[in-house]
């Protein structure tokens, strides 16, 4: 099939890369969001899926909207067959859905109808989910209501942070949507309505769901670092002092709530439950370190507390 690939982020790179080293189907161009500033240059750069069509030469359109009448006017022109779509992070009007003979499919990082929205990697951990998944289905108006072709699974480890498993997620999922392709170009696979049971939505996260509260039980404490580690990040204040966390470790000993341990084997932190064990810490302006480098330089008074 002739298509045009729709996605920003790096964990659509691993879908582009398997649909363009594909014998069957041919990325026409690709849909991208526009550039943007990143980084501490704050430099204006290319989404991780518009730099690897440039690197094998694919047509690249960046529309502020998915709604431009000259965006709209060139893919009809292109005329694919289907556009398949990771992660692009806009929604496409009925319009520019209705172009392509076999519609727009979705590779969705979840077990559809759970965790609808921008975040369902983050969303699965966060609430302690064993088991998740990926999803290829037809995107219709509705937020990731369309009815689904295809799944993979994947166990969450006690580990997992949403970085890490995000990006298993993208591997074996760009193989489901290659392999979904082939079916729907083939005529083998048929999308099946989603369950009305079962429907969960995972709204994006923003810095403020970062905020590390310690009156929280130890494991749902983990479980939100973990998930929103790498971005939105997580942070705290101990102290007074604004600092980033990496993935805590769990403890059977109980401190007092929100109080701040150090010892020769660590920095600890007492939660609702049991208490934590800091990991890496990142303070302001600085480097992540272990958090006992960071306690000792920060000379951390008895009775210092999280908040």
């Known amino acids: 099939m002739r298509v045009v690939f729709a996605g920003t982020p790096e964990p659509a790179v691993p879908s582009l890369r398997c649909l363009l080293e594909s014998s069957r189907h041919e990325v026409i161009a690709v849909l991208t969001r526009p550039d943007a500033v990143a980084g501490r240059g704050r430099k204006v750069t290319r989404s991780p899926v518009a730099r690897l069509a440039d690197e094998h030469g694919i047509p690249v359109f960046t529309p502020q909207r998915p709604t431009d009448p000259e965006f709209i006017a060139q893919l009809t022109e292109l005329a694919p067959d289907c556009c398949p779509v990771v992660a692009y992070g806009a929604l ?10 076999f ?16 975040a369902p990697v983050q969303a699965a951990i966060d609430a302690g989910d064993e088991i998740t998944g990926a999803s290829t289905f037809q995107i ?20 997992d942070t ?18 979904t392709l082939d079916g729907v170009e ?15 939505y995972a709204p994006k996260l923003g810095v403020e769901d970062g905020h590390i509260r310690w009156d929280q039980p130890a494991l749902a404490i983990s479980r939100r670092i973990r998930a ?17 966390l990496g993935p805590v470790e769990l403890v059977e000993e109980v401190l007092p709530e929100r109080v701040v341990e150090v010892r020769k084997s660590g ?8 208490a934590v064990r800091l990991g890496q810490v990142q303070p302001q302006g600085k480097r992540m370190m272990a958090a006992l480098d960071w306690a000792r330089g920060a000379r951390l008074q008895p009775g210092t507390v999280g908040e």
């Open 267 to 274: 920095v600890y932190l007492g939660t609702a439950t049991t």
């Open 186 to 200: 083939d005529g083998t696979v048929r999308a099946i309505a989603q369950s009305t049971e079962g429907v969960s």
């Open 92 to 101: 496409l009007p009925q319009p520019v859905l209705d172009i392509p003979r």
């Open 162 to 179: 949403a970085g890490i498993l995000l990006q298993r997620l993208a591997d074996s999922g760009a193989g489901l949507l290659e392999a």
């Open 103 to 118: 519609g727009w499919i979705n590779l969705h990082f979840s077990l559809l109808p759970a965790w609808r929205g921008a």
């Open 140 to 159: 219709e108006a509705g937020l990731d209501t369309g009815p689904v072709f295809g799944m993979v699974t994947e166990k969450i480890s006690v580990t």
């Open 228 to 244: 929103v580690t790498p971005a939105p990040g997580a942070w705290t204040e101990i102290g007074g002092t604004r600092v980033k």
